[in-house]
């Protein structure tokens, strides 16, 4: 058991306080390897499985090292994704809110170049980006990294997998030479050793065991002929109930399928895959992290990197070719201590996958059995929230205590009945418990918000 705590590091007494306010007390076994040596200066390569924290590492790390009154760009992190680019900055922006005016940008595809290129020109000391867009904006300089002095590749094992070994490459190029370089990864390949030769400075290498037998997921399996695969999740998703899952399929079709065909059973579920619009995806992701969808059917590519935290359920819909991606899927359940389920589905022509699962991670399956069950429409699977979808964001100066305000105001709902308010720059999300859904939509539509009336939607509601 770990016991250090972050008030042991030598941080800045307000960002400490920060960080117990956030909730964190002790370090997770990543961070207490990895923090004292990134906190010295020195590079670090540090490999441990997904949901150990590694974004808090770092991003303590390059915190500290920052001139709040210097506005050039002093650090950068590069993501494989927009959603795990998006993660990362919210993650820097609540650790950043120890002080006042720290300046942290997302710069990722599938949006707007023009507001980046402006929001770089008012200055900004934190970038948190896809090699893609981060290399167009270097080419074109609207950033420039002379002051850079902490440069952290994120899930560079993904990015690699993904292909962005070049673009990564030049995307460093535009760095000083003289700078921290922080990689992270969750496996150790040849490839990632040799990125960290090419870009490191004598790195310090830490990596954490992966506890295979990891008790906080339970694993089952269930043999299901191909045909009945479905039904089979139907079952699942019946018995279990869980609160939030995601089912794993090995195609976009499938992805697609199994959605359409849960949706049209009753579930509230909705697919994940790379064919959506990135508006769509996100709309998607805020739903289900308030509660307002339960489940997500995803492929792996979509749902790299993403932190959705107390997931209760993953469910295989089909084996993955890899043991590898096998123990990615189930580690995104039984985080930070908490139970989760993992849940198989395994016809006979995946025994052989399953064969080398089971020598990957040191166990052996043994069979559960699945009763038959009657996909039908006859009973609603509903979340406890819905989300309402306001035209109008931080553009329009919204900010969460507005909609708190004239959810609860005149006639108004009791706070305790209003979940997760999401604000993006042009609209808002709000999770509702379901009983007081219509009496919310009322009142945001007859109400005012920042003196303003905006036109409010249900986000698929059922
Ligand atoms: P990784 O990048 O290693 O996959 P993340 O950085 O996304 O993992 O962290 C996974 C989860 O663990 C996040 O929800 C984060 O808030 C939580 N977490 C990180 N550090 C701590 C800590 N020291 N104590 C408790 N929870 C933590
Ligand atoms: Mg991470």
């Keep these: 058991m770990n016991t250090v705590e972050f008030s042991a590091l030598p941080l800045k007494p307000a960002l400490l306080e920060n960080i117990s306010s956030l909730g964190y007390s002790h370090l997770t076994p990543i961070q207490a390897e990895s923090l004292p040596h990134i906190l010295e200066g020195r590079d670090v390569i540090a490999q441990a499985q997904t949901g150990s924290g590694k974004t808090l590492a ?30 990362v900055c919210k993650a820097i922006r609540q650790l950043a809110r120890f002080t006042q005016n720290i300046k942290v ?3 990722c595809g599938g949006t707007p170049f023009a507001p980046q290129r402006d929001s770089l020109e008012h200055g900004v000391h934190i970038v948190v980006g896809t090699p893609g867009r981060l290399q167009e904006h270097l080419q074109k300089h609207s950033l420039r990294l002379d002051h850079l002095k902490v440069l952290v590749l994120d899930e560079a094992d993904r990015m690699l997998d993904m292909g962005f070994s070049d673009s990564v490459s030049d995307v460093i190029s535009y760095a000083p030479n003289h700078r921290q370089t922080l990689l992270f990864s969750a496996t150790f390949a040849e490839p990632i050793r040799q990125m960290s030769q090419k870009f490191q400075f004598k790195p310090l290498t830490v990596s954490i065991e992966q506890h295979h037998n990891d008790t906080s997921i339970e694993q089952h399996f269930y043999k ?18 869980p609160e939030s899952s995601v089912v794993f399929c090995n195609t976009k079709r499938d992805c697609q399928d199994v959605a359409d065909t849960l949706d049209n059973c009753g579930f509230s579920v909705q697919a994940l895959h790379g064919d959506l619009e990135q508006k769509h995806r996100d709309q998607i992701l805020v739903r289900f992290a308030n509660k307002s969808c339960s489940i997500l059917v995803a492929t792996d590519v979509a749902a790299r990197g993403l932190d959705i935290q107390d997931m209760q359920a993953v469910i295989n819909y089909e084996l993955p070719w890899d043991a590898e991606v096998y123990l990615h899927r189930i580690g995104r359940t039984g985080r930070a201590g908490k139970k989760g389920l993992a849940l198989s589905l395994c016809s006979d022509a995946e025994l052989n996958r399953l064969k080398s699962i089971e020598e990957y991670l040191n166990i052996s399956a043994h069979w559960d059995d699945i009763a038959p069950f009657k996909l039908s429409y006859e009973e609603r699977f509903q979340p406890e929230m819905v989300s309402l979808w ?33 604000v993006f720059d042009q609209q808002t999300y709000v999770a509702i418990k379901r009983a007081s859904a219509d009496q919310a939509l009322t009142c945001l ?9 905006f036109k409010v939607h249900k986000s698929g509601w059922k």
Excluded: W
Excluded at 60 to 86: K, N, Y
Excluded at 224 to 241: E, F, P, S, T
Excluded at 445 to 453: E, L, T
């Design 105 to 107: 940008l997302a710069l």
């Design 58 to 87: 770092f991003g303590i790390g390059l915190l500290s090292r920052l001139d709040i009154d210097d506005f050039h760009v002093q650090a950068m992190v590069v993501c494989p994704t927009r959603e795990l680019a998006d993660q």
């Design 445 to 453: 539509r007859q109400g005012k918000i920042k003196g303003r009336s």
């Design 224 to 241: 299901v002929d191909k045909a009945k695969r479905l039904n089979a999740l139907g079952y699942l998703l019946a018995y279990h109930r």
């Design 390 to 422: 306001i035209d109008g964001g931080r553009k329009q100066k919204i900010r969460p205590g507005d909609i708190l305000g004239a959810l609860t105001g005149d006639n108004g709902i009791a706070g305790s009945e209003v979940g997760k308010i999401d």
